[in-house]
T-cell receptor
Framework: AQKITQTQPGMFVQEKEAVTLDCTYDTSDQSYGLFWYKQPSSGEMIFLIYQGSYDEQNATEGRYSLNFQKARKSANLVISASQLGDSAMYFCAMRDVNSGGSNYKLTFGKGTLLTVNP | NAGVTQTPKFRVLKTGQSMTLLCAQDMNHEYMYWYRQDPGMGLRLIHYSVGEGTTAKGEVPDGYNVSRLKKQNFLLGLESAAPSQTSVYFC????????????FGPGTRLTVT
């Protein structure tokens, strides 16, 4: 079964600095996808970035980038130039493709609470 | 586009009562999902649907039932609520292709006393 591990329950960063949120995963699938979501205190889930297992380049979306190290099974989120509005819970998730290949469920990690200090 | 909407936003139930949570999406997505979020647990999949008329069990299905009679709607039912079902419930939907993210609704906060 797929498993996502986020080892940092909480992280602190100074405004304008970069921060890395860790995510490791465990899967026996050759084809999989990794997602990062942001959940601010208001509660909604906001999609940030996606990385496919066969993508040769690390994904980037504005200030977000994904440091994908396939051999280490890690998919860390890097936020550059942190802003106060980045304070939120961040979840790493992996797409689960069952043996039939027809289901695309997400398995979530437990999250990392990021606090950006002014 | 309203995206994914959930009704109600908040609800308090007494143990043993029943209720239905409604999820609606206007993006013509094939896949729909129900998750629950508990403190320190992340999101866990309850049930999901890969198309109209189909449903399947997720990680934590006990005590819940679902129906997908229309493509745009996915209902989550609690037949006899228990305090352990106090949680925040999120509905999500996605396109058929695996590369696409899931779009989430705003959540329903349910308290069972």
């Amino acid at each position: 079964a797929q498993k996502i591990t986020q080892t940092q329950p909480g992280m602190f960063v100074q405004e304008k600095e970069a921060v890395t949120l860790d995510c490791t995963y465990d899967t026996s699938d050759q084809s999989y996808g990794l997602f990062w979501y942001k959940q601010p205190s208001s509660g909604e889930m906001i999609f940030l970035i996606y990385q496919g297992s066969y993508d040769e380049q690390n994904a980037t979306e504005g200030r977000y980038s994904l440091n994908f190290q396939k051999a280490r099974k890690s998919a860390n989120l890097v936020i550059s130039a942190s802003q106060l509005g980045d304070s939120a819970m961040y979840f790493c998730a992996m797409r689960d493709v069952n043996s039939g290949g027809s289901n695309y469920k997400l398995t979530f990690g437990k999250g990392t609470l990021l606090t950006v200090n002014p | 586009n309203a995206g994914v909407t959930q009704t109600p936003k908040f609800r308090v139930l007494k143990t043993g009562q029943s209720m239905t949570l409604l999820c609606a999406q206007d993006m013509n997505h094939e896949y729909m999902y129900w998750y629950r979020q508990d403190p320190g647990m992340g999101l866990r999949l309850i049930h999901y649907s890969v198309g109209e008329g189909t449903t399947a069990k997720g990680e934590v299905p006990d005590g819940y039932n679902v129906s997908r009679l229309k493509k745009q709607n996915f209902l989550l039912g609690l037949e006899s609520a228990a305090p352990s079902q106090t949680s925040v419930y999120f509905c999500a939907s996605s396109y058929l292709a695996e590369d696409y993210e899931q779009y989430f609704g705003p959540g329903t906060r349910l308290t069972v006393t």
